[in-house]
Every structure is written in structure tokens, then in C-alpha cells.
């Protein structure tokens, strides 16, 4: 079945960029996207790429698709304190848009001052 | 709109007890889910619903019913508690269409004594 794998934690220094990787397995796709969890709280989207898309830049937040390859990653440029999170990387099930997600395990991010 | 809305936030149960988690949206998505959040292992798909009346099970459905009579509500009935459902539950609710983005609850953490 499909499945999205991802690191489980990462550190970086404030003002650092942050890269947070994720490989996928279902090829067919429409949308790969990226959800934050703060502390306490349910998931909030942060931002999403269209398959064939290779890259979308929003603000601070980088996201670049390797379809070749399955590999999402998203890139936080001068990652601030507030970004101590976790990420969730997620797929949609299948081309047809069920509404059906496939969560990775989530790379928690933990931002030093 | 009041978006995606649990209770109990927080509930204990002893071993053997039956209750039901409240779930409920008011944006009129057809797709509603549950997770259950576990350390390390991010978010596992218990059970999902693409419209009234229509449910299926998700990764991880033992021990938990659901029923979608209404769009708006979702409830979930644990049946016997069992310590290993100790758990934060959260419910999401999306359109089928387009981007497909899931408005999580803000989650039910659950202790089963």
C-alpha cells in the first residue's frame, strides 16, 4: 500500500534554514502537501504542491518535488523559534481526490535560540 | 464558521467503559476522518467517511464504530476501552475537490486507566 516515510527529528540554530525531507510511494498523486502541529493542537496546512509541479515558493517556506525520485522536501529559510514544530509530509490517496490523506510520521523541529 | 469541532477535550475512562467522541463540521465537506496520534508514530487513519451514510475503515478500526447519519456530525463510539486505545484522537473534514486540504479538530486526549 502507500506509505510516506520521513526523519523524525531535527535541530537547527535561529536564523538557520531548515530542510525537511520526505519520500512517498504512490506515483499517481495529485497533491503532496505539508502540515505543522504545534504543541497541544490539531494540524494546520501549511502549504501544498501540485504533482507536476517542481517547486513552490511561499515566503519563508521552500517546497521542491523530485517525481523521479518520490521525494518531497520543504525548506524553512531563517527558521525562527516559533517554527518548533512538527511537520507532517502527506500525499492524497490515489489520482482521484477521495479526500483520503497518508500521513507521514512527522519530523519534529526544534529551533535553538 | 466554527470549523471542525470536538468533545470532550480530554476524558478518562477505565478499562471496559463505552463512550463516544464528538465530532462536527460546519463548512459542508462530504469527506470526514479520524486519526489517533500516537508518539512516533504519527497519525494512523482509524476509520472515514465520504459522505452520509457511506464509512470505511481506516488502518487501525478495531475497537471503534462510527456512523455518518447527518454531513455535519461524526461521531466515535469506543466499545470496551483498553488502555491501548490511550490516545489524542483527531477529527478532520475536507472537500473531495480541488486542493483537498483537511481542517483538523483540535483533539480529545484520551487515558484509559
Known amino acids: 500500500g502507500e506509505d510516506v516515510e520521513q526523519s523524525l527529528f531535527l535541530s537547527v540554530r535561529e536564523g538557520d534554514s531548515s530542510v525537511i525531507n520526505c519520500t512517498y510511494t504512490?506515483?499517481?498523486?495529485?497533491?503532496l502537501y505539508w502540515y505543522k502541529q504545534e504543541p497541544g493542537a490539531g494540524l494546520q496546512l501549511l502549504t501544498y504542491?501540485?504533482?507536476?509541479?517542481d517547486m513552490k515558493q511561499d515566503q519563508r517556506l521552500t517546497v521542491l518535488l523530485n517525481k523521479k525520485d518520490k521525494h518531497l522536501s520543504l525548506r524553512i529559510a531563517d527558521t525562527q523559534t516559533g517554527d518548533s514544530a512538527i511537520y507532517f509530509c502527506?500525499?492524497?490517496?490515489?489520482?482521484?481526490?477521495?479526500?483520503?490523506?497518508?500521513f507521514g510520521q512527522g519530523t519534529t523541529l526544534q529551533v535553538k535560540p | 464558521n466554527a470549523g471542525v469541532t470536538q468533545t470532550p477535550k480530554f476524558q478518562v475512562l477505565k478499562t471496559g467503559q463505552s463512550m463516544t467522541l464528538q465530532c462536527a463540521q460546519d463548512?459542508?465537506?462530504?469527506?470526514m476522518s479520524w486519526y489517533r496520534q500516537d508518539p512516533g508514530m504519527g497519525l494512523r487513519l482509524i476509520h472515514y467517511?465520504?459522505?452520509?451514510?457511506?464509512?470505511d475503515q481506516g488502518e487501525v478500526p478495531n475497537g471503534y464504530n462510527v456512523s455518518r447519519s447527518t454531513t455535519e456530525d461524526f461521531p466515535l463510539r469506543l466499545l470496551s476501552a483498553a488502555p491501548s486505545q490511550t490516545s489524542v484522537y483527531f477529527c478532520?473534514?475536507?472537500?473531495?475537490?480541488?486542493?483537498?486540504?483537511?481542517?483538523f479538530g483540535p483533539g480529545t486526549r484520551l487515558t484509559v486507566t
Open positions: 478532520a473534514s475536507s472537500y473531495q475537490r480541488g486542493v483537498g486540504e483537511q481542517y
Open positions: 504512490d506515483s499517481s498523486s495529485t497533491y
Open positions: 504542491i501540485f504533482s507536476n509541479m
Open positions: 502527506a500525499e492524497n490517496e490515489g489520482s482521484g481526490n477521495t479526500g483520503k490523506l497518508i
Open positions: 463548512m459542508n465537506h462530504e469527506y
Open positions: 467517511s465520504v459522505g452520509a451514510g457511506i464509512t
